[in-house]
Every structure is written in C-alpha cells, then in structure tokens.
C-alpha cells in the first residue's frame, strides 16, 4: 500500500495497466454487478434536481422505476447507491447506442447540458474507494468484465493511475494526484533496478 495524506493506496494502481475498451467490453460495468455505483448524499441531491432534464433521455423503463422507487437505495453493504433494475443489475442511468452502454448523465454533461459529469464513483472506476475511521482505501475492483481493459491498457502501456488521472484529483485534489505521481515514479524506478 501507498500511503497518501490520509489514504492508502493499493499499488495496483501504478503497478496495473489499464484502459476501457468499450467496444470490446461493451459498458458491462453499468449492467453488471450486484449493486448500483456508490454515491454521496450530495450526489444523490444534484441527481434529484437534474432528474426532470435527465428524464427526457432515460429509458421509458428506467424513468418508471425512479419514479416508484427514488434514484437511490441503501444496498446490502449499508452504502447509498444510484437505484438500479431489480431483474437485471442495470443502473437506471444507462443506455444503449449503438450497441454499447452508455452512461445518460455523462452524455448530457459531454454535449453541455449539464454542470454534472457522473457520480465520482462512476468515473473513477475501477477504482474503488472507502472510507474507514482512520484511513480512506483506494483500491481496484477486479473482475472478468474488465479483461480487455487490461489487455488495452498493456498495448498501450497506460498505468491505471494515469487513465482515471481526471477522476482522482476530482476526488483528492491536485496535490493528492501529485503525491501519487512521486510514488509511482519511485515504484517504477525500484522495480525496474531491483537487481542494480
């Protein structure tokens, strides 16, 4: 572990390359899993305002089930979550274009429509974070939808770290970022002369 400020860091972050291949992966995150992305009790208001220009773009179904049951819930691991579909595991919040699941939110947001990209937990994934008394914990959520990710990051030779660079200083802060940066030139440098 790496330890920031107050954090520790998983060194699979510098250590792991990785970047999303939708075309392979086909957004799976947002359909797959047993629970909806973690968010804040301010993310979950700056949905419930954004929800009448969202709704317009949701799936019929999707804007039903809101309506009946909120945008968020409390999951078995006592965490507020965005709401999802009870029979298939798929946020409320995607879509599908041209085959690939997309998030609506992040669509409005990248046409500028919104001041609202995603829930930070959605745009840091893989990467996971959770608070404790003492520590945060930054860790990768590891799983078989995201082996072209892997794959891709190897070709291209993009450490995780640096492919959700955007989404951790949104999170920690340019300094945090910074930190981690001097870490994983220091992980790299010794790994690269362990037999110097």
């Known amino acids: 572990m790496i330890p920031i400020k107050n954090t520790l860091v998983s060194r699979n972050l510098v250590d792991v390359f990785f970047a999303c291949d939708m075309a392979e992966c086909k957004g799976a995150c947002c359909v797959q899993g047993d629970s909806g992305?973690?968010?804040?009790?301010?993310?979950?208001?700056?949905?419930?305002?954004?929800?009448?220009?969202?709704?317009?773009?949701?799936?019929?179904?999707?804007?039903?089930r809101a309506v009946k049951h909120g945008l968020s819930f409390v999951?078995?691991?006592?965490?507020?979550?965005?709401?999802?579909?009870?029979?298939?595991?798929?946020?409320?919040?995607?879509?599908?274009?041209?085959?690939?699941?997309?998030?609506?939110?992040?669509?409005?947001?990248?046409?500028g429509k919104i001041d609202f990209r995603k829930p930070v937990s959605c745009h840091l994934y893989p990467v996971r974070v959770k608070t404790y008394p003492d520590f945060t914990a930054v860790n990768i959520d590891s799983w078989d939808i995201c082996k072209p990710a892997l794959q891709c990051g190897e070709k291209l030779r993009m450490p995780l770290y640096k492919f959700v660079k955007d989404a951790l200083i949104r999170r920690f802060g340019k300094e945090w970022y910074a930190q981690l940066e001097i870490a994983a030139e220091d992980f790299s440098?010794?790994?690269?002369?362990?037999?110097?």
């Open 37 to 64: 992305p973690p968010i804040t009790q301010e993310e979950k208001n700056t949905l419930i305002n954004l929800f009448p220009k969202l709704k317009p773009y949701m799936k019929p179904e999707s804007v039903k």
């Open 75 to 111: 999951d078995q691991e006592n965490e507020m979550v965005a709401m999802i579909h009870e029979n298939s595991g798929e946020c409320i919040f995607a879509i599908q274009k041209d085959g690939i699941t997309k998030c609506v939110i992040e669509g409005l947001y990248l046409k």
């Open 189 to 196: 440098w010794q790994k690269n002369n362990k037999n110097v």
